[in-house]
């Protein structure tokens, strides 16, 4: 995997990825941005949440669980010292379906954080992150 960030003024980056896709990056005013683009620890924390999510609704299709909606909220909290490293992250997921099995939601949630999650794993090394539940019937 391959990702080229390239400078375009003040603190303002663009970001291609391996897979020809682009991201704006840039900070605040006080930061010197203009506030056109992500924050780069935003990426992250949306990256990770990307991650989760894909493993969560993939494990449930594969389940044959009848998963219509799956949304991921994440609440990190960070070191108030520089680096300004996460040193929390939670994962709320609300999960909606048509009689959706609670244990196969709960496994799938598990399975994400401890076994097929990348990005979760690979931060949880540094960050404590938890995850917990909600399952929605589907009208």
Same mark, same amino acid.
């Given at each position: 995997m391959q990702a080229r960030i390239k400078w375009?003024?003040?603190?303002? &980056?663009?970001?291609?990825?391996d897979s020809g896709h682009a991201v704006v990056m840039d900070g605040p005013p006080d930061s010197g941005g203009r506030n056109l683009g992500i924050r780069p620890m935003e990426?992250?924390?949306?990256?990770?949440?990307?991650?989760?999510? &894909?493993d969560v609704v993939t494990i449930l299709q594969k389940a044959r669980q009848p998963v219509t909606d799956c949304v991921a909220e994440l609440q990190a909290t960070r070191a108030k010292q520089d680096p300004k490293v996460f040193t929390h992250i939670h994962v709320h997921f609300i999960v909606t379906g048509k009689d959706l099995k609670e244990q196969q939601v709960k496994r799938a949630v598990e399975l994400s954080a401890e076994k097929y999650c990348s990005a979760s794993i690979m931060l949880s090394k540094s960050v404590e992150i938890t995850h917990d539940f909600e399952v929605v019937e589907a009208a």
């Open positions: 375009v003024d003040g603190v303002m &980056f663009v970001g291609e990825s990426m992250i924390l949306l990256g990770m949440g990307g991650c989760t999510a &894909f």
